[in-house]
């Protein structure tokens, strides 16, 4: 059910994912040979603080991530943006999202190899509500491999 609203499934697993043909050439580059995990990281609105289960959901991808034997070098965050602003704003915006989360690994004592923002350039719900505006403010979190 939660597959099907759209959302993102509570437990951390690795997806496979295919990445759209019209994403960015280095979205596409970047995620070359990475699996992404299974949850985002959301923000509360206009703005780079995590919500609430963000929040939590930092220590448990952490434990995740070092559970597997993962270190930062595999780690890609990817930030992203509603599309209600100008498009420099939008890149802005969601490469201080990305730069907050990595933020908050390195204070666990992991270091991402990989932090960027690609603006609004890859929607994954309409903005015309609230609630599509939500899920596109994320940071993706990838895998390498």
Do not use: C
Request: hydrophobic share 35%; aromatic share 8%.
């Amino acid at each position: 059910m939660v597959d099907e609203s759209g959302f993102i499934a509570q437990n951390i697993d690795g997806q496979s994912h295919s990445v759209a043909q019209n994403a960015p050439a280095e979205y596409r580059r970047l995620n070359s040979g990475a699996e992404r995990l299974s949850l985002n990281f959301r923000f509360h609105r206009g703005g780079k603080e995590l919500d609430s289960k963000a929040q939590l959901d930092l220590d448990r991808v952490v434990s995740f991530i070092t559970d597997l034997k993962f270190s930062g070098e595999n780690i890609l965050l990817l930030g992203f943006a509603d599309d209600g602003n100008d498009s420099s704003g939008n890149i802005e915006l969601s490469k201080r999202r990305a730069e907050f989360v990595a933020d908050q690994f390195k204070l666990r004592g992991v270091k991402p190899a990989v932090v960027t923002g690609f603006g609004s350039e890859i929607l994954v719900a309409s903005s015309s509500s609230q609630e599509g505006k939500d899920r596109n403010s994320r940071v993706e979190l990838w895998l390498r491999h």
